[in-house]
């Protein structure tokens, strides 16, 4: 759909209005074809409101997500968010942000770039791999998400890639190696995944099958103890919610 924003003037010389249109047109009559333009040229054409991703040249459209994909995916953003923002560890971003590796600009469901990375963390976009990846499948997606971005992804340098599946109840987590091939990465007996790009984050894996989700503030509290408990603390203090001490 078009956005009804104001168009800014200075793209108008690249991709024309009507230009773009008969490319969303051409790209929603006929899944099968794909319009083809340079990296620059899809960033000029696309929109906050524009469904799609840039592979080899190529545009590929994609769909909404489902209440069930949304909750998953703000679940994962805030806890991860929430671990990160405590122990000072990187920034977490949730889709529609680009993600550009050499052959690909995708936008990742939920992404981190760790500290030592944020020069990478453009105004639009990621410039190289982020240091951790999620995507949330949909049957829409889910081949796209199991076999090419999962070697582009590889291929790219995304260190930790995380596959999440409400349909099958099924979370997939693989780290990349030291001749960079992911290698499946099983959580504990106790259901635990321990993440690697951020270090100490522990995530029960069957949170994510419950009806309603677990709180950010529950889940926190059960991954990170202490350590969030005084940031909350803290920040309740400065905001003259709690008396000083």
């Given at each position: 759909m078009?956005?009804?924003?104001?168009p800014d003037t200075r793209l108008q010389g690249y991709i024309p209005a009507g230009?773009?249109?008969e490319l969303l047109a051409l790209l929603a009559a006929e899944p099968q074809r794909t319009?083809?333009?340079?990296?620059?040229?899809?960033?000029?054409?696309?929109?906050?409101?524009?469904l799609a991703e840039w592979v080899d040249g190529k545009v590929?459209?994609?769909?909404?997500?489902?209440?069930?994909?949304?909750?998953?995916?703000?679940?994962?953003?805030?806890?991860?968010?929430?671990?990160?923002?405590?122990?000072?560890?990187?920034?977490?971003?949730?889709?529609p942000f680009q993600m550009k590796l050499p052959r690909s600009g995708r936008e990742p469901d939920v992404l981190f770039v760790a500290a030592e990375h944020l020069s990478r963390l453009l105004p639009a976009r990621v410039e190289g791999?982020?240091?951790?990846?999620?995507?949330?499948?949909?049957?829409?997606?889910?081949?796209?998400?199991?076999?090419?971005?999962?070697?582009?992804?590889?291929?790219?340098?995304?260190?930790?890639y995380w596959l999440v599946d409400?349909?099958?109840?099924?979370?997939?987590?693989?780290?990349?190696?030291?001749?960079?091939?992911?290698?499946?990465?099983?959580?504990?007996?106790?259901?635990?995944y321990h993440a690697r790009a951020l270090p100490g984050f522990r995530f029960p894996v069957a949170w994510l099958w419950r009806t309603p989700l677990p709180t950010i503030?529950?889940?926190?509290?059960?991954?990170?103890?202490?350590a969030y408990a005084r940031r909350l603390i803290a920040e309740l203090t400065d905001g003259g919610f709690l008396p000083q001490t």
């Open positions: 078009e956005s009804t924003r104001t230009l773009r249109l319009a083809t333009m340079t990296y620059d040229e899809f960033l000029t054409w696309a929109t906050e409101d524009t590929i459209m994609t769909s909404p997500a489902s209440a069930r994909h949304q909750l998953l995916t703000a679940f994962i953003h805030d806890a991860l968010s929430e671990y990160a923002r405590t122990h000072d560890l990187g920034t977490v971003l949730l889709a791999p982020a240091d951790l990846v999620v995507e949330i499948l949909s049957p829409e997606s889910k081949g796209r998400d199991r076999g090419e971005k999962f070697y582009e992804y590889e291929e790219g340098g995304v260190p930790e409400p349909a099958t109840e099924r979370a997939e987590f693989y780290q990349r190696d030291a001749q960079g091939a992911y290698q499946p990465v099983m959580p504990d007996a106790d259901g635990v503030n529950a889940a926190l509290l059960a991954i990170d103890g202490e």
